[in-house]
């Protein structure tokens, strides 16, 4: 698992499903439909984003394709010029 994506997973676990034991992370479930996360998750999640990256995050990116999963957010990053690390 590389960096980016254990730090967001870790990230939502600590946040959103902690105690929750029917909570899963799988990379392309929606976080949102999922219960995971709701618009209110989603703004501590651009939050988290934007001091862990160091990155901003404009209102008109806060879009589904860039959010809902975490393969998004890690493509999302991506684009926005944070690195994926190699990793195990």
């Given at each position: 698992?590389?960096?980016v ?10 946040n ?38 160091s990155?901003h ?17 890690i ?14």
């Open positions: 698992m590389t960096e994506r254990s730090t967001i997973m870790e990230f939502i676990r600590e959103f499903i902690l105690g929750r034991s029917d909570a899963s992370l799988d990379g392309d479930e929606s976080l949102i439909e999922a219960g995971i996360m709701d618009s209110t998750g989603v703004l501590e999640l651009v939050e988290f984003l934007e001091a862990t990256y990155i995050i404009e209102d008109e990116e806060l879009v589904p394709e860039n959010l809902e999963t975490i393969n998004n957010i493509a999302f990053l991506n684009r926005k010029g944070v690195a994926e690390e190699a990793g195990s």
